[in-house]
């Protein structure tokens, strides 16, 4: 069971990759701008919730910066996708068909 979680968590492609956190950048920022843009993640935080409309909202800005910290990590994450291990070069080194370097350990000997 842990394997399969484990193999879950991990890029399959960097086609995989890219799509996935291209539709979590995209979704974020849709729906932050269903809340009227980023001035709503940048608006003051309040300090004293006394009435109903300072609770709703600290609770807005609270989720419109949730939705820019997710498009800022997935932004970032995309930067990232060239670094990252992938399940074939996984796969392969599991099978000692390639060592830590990627360089082919099968050598054919005719």
Known sequence: RNEVWGFGQS???????????????????????AMGGSDV?????????????????????SEARVLASTVEYFEGRIQQLRGLEY???RRLKELNLIDEDGESTYWDEE
């Open 11 to 33: 890029p399959l492609s960097v086609d995989n990759e890219q799509e996935a956190c291209q539709q979590m950048v995209d979704y974020a920022n849709a729906a932050l701008a």
């Open 41 to 61: 993640a940048n608006a003051p935080r309040y300090t004293r919730l006394a009435s109903r409309e300072a609770v709703g909202a600290y609770a807005r800005t």
């Open 87 to 89: 399940y074939q070069e």
